[in-house]
């Protein structure tokens, strides 16, 4: 089994915190023209591997037309084995879903819709710059229930200027009134580049406490398991299993393929990522070539991300492939640098697996670095 990620690297405004690669204002017809070129490309990167998951990530996916999205799938159904129960998301921002473009996805393949809401508070949402209001989020969310859309991923942000405990309490009540399925919830970061940062660097902003950043998040886990999320991944929690399939794909080192600029792939073997320019994407494929860079992946490179991404899971670290796939030294050097973690009740050794505790969640970056191999 195998993912396929798509970057549609456009928005009709930039947030203040994104540093992720999109624009604003440009054409979209090169940029479907040079990704269907790519797919037909590198349609032999995954091999033979079915394809469990497909996500339209960005940017903002909704920012393309229904019949642009059409033309998509239709080259991704000629060109790889797509399995018949995929899991088919798109992310979306809540004021592109009118009434119209719901209907348009839903006769499309897509089964699952993640919506960047990221709080209900129209004053914070006009600070982050993003489009929407709390109110048409609410009204947008069931929308797409109405329309048949049963598996739904709302992300969340919080540790926001100037937002209290009792503010964030009130956006995850509302969240979850809305009866979804899955919740992303994530920490404003001050990312460089960001005109976040910038206002940061100026002194126009300042950010949240640790202490209530803390209470923020233990908030945020206690009451979405009052309400039946499992909290299956540091900054992921699902009701009813409903996991997101493909992004776990990535925690557990399923081989994906990553299509647009930008977009990283891995074959299982080596990683590899698209330039950050949509013009020198576009101008690449127009000679049936891709400018990208690959990494080859030591031995070390491999273990350290096997560590990583376990451990931000439920699942933990599988010990038994561990020491299948990196060897005995590599088993004893992690569980060796484990032990103090282990004393101290911050991760826990269940059968064969190393697993965050309740209490290692809230320094689980400090436990990763502390397993990782350093040569």
Request: proline letters at 2%; a negative charge; aromatic letters at 10%.
């Amino acid at each position: 089994m195998a993912g396929i990620y798509i970057h549609v690297p456009f928005c009709k405004t930039r947030c203040i915190y994104c540093d992720f690669y999109s624009n604003t204002g440009l054409v979209h017809e090169p940029y479907l023209n040079a990704l269907l070129a790519e797919i037909t490309l590198r349609k032999d990167y995954l091999g033979d591997e079915s394809i469990d998951s497909i996500y339209f990530g960005g940017g903002t996916p909704s920012q393309l037309s229904i019949e642009s999205l059409r033309l998509v799938f239709d080259k991704l159904f000629q060109t790889f084995a797509v399995s018949s129960n995929a899991e088919i998301t798109i992310e979306a921002n809540p004021d592109d879903l009118d009434e119209q473009y719901v209907k348009g996805l839903k006769q499309l393949p897509f089964n699952r819709l993640s919506m960047g809401v990221q709080t209900f508070d129209d004053e914070a949402l006009r600070f982050l710059k993003r489009r929407h209001t709390g109110l048409q989020a609410l009204d947008v969310v069931k929308r797409c229930q109405d329309a048949g859309f049963t598996n739904m991923s709302i992300d969340l942000m919080y540790g926001l200027p100037n937002q209290g405990l009792d503010d964030f309490d009130k956006n995850i009540e509302k969240v979850l009134k809305l009866d979804i399925q899955h919740i992303s919830a994530y920490h404003l970061i001050y990312e460089k580049g960001t005109k976040l940062f910038r206002m940061l660097s100026q002194n126009e902003v300042r950010p949240v406490d640790e202490e209530v950043s803390v209470q923020m998040f233990s908030l945020l886990i206690g009451r979405l398991k009052e309400a039946g999320f499992e909290h299956y991944e540091i900054s992921n929690f699902a009701r009813n299993g409903l996991y997101s399939r493909h992004n776990t794909s990535y925690w557990k080192g399923v081989p994906y393929i990553g299509l647009g600029p930008s977009a990283h792939s891995f074959n299982g073997e080596n990683r590899q990522w698209n330039i950050s320019s949509l013009n020198k994407y576009v101008e690449a494929l127009k000679e049936e070539k891709l400018n990208a860079e690959v990494e080859e992946q030591t031995s070390a490179i491999r273990y350290n991300d096997f560590v990583m991404t376990g451990l931000r899971t439920m699942w933990g670290i599988d010990l038994a492939r561990l020491e299948a796939d990196f060897g005995e030294k590599m088993l004893n050097y992690c569980l060796k640098n484990a032990r103090r973690h282990l004393r101290s009740g911050l991760l826990e050794q269940r059968d064969q697996q190393l697993v965050l505790s309740s209490e290692g969640i809230f320094v689980s970056d400090g436990i990763m670095s502390d397993l990782m191999w350093v040569d």
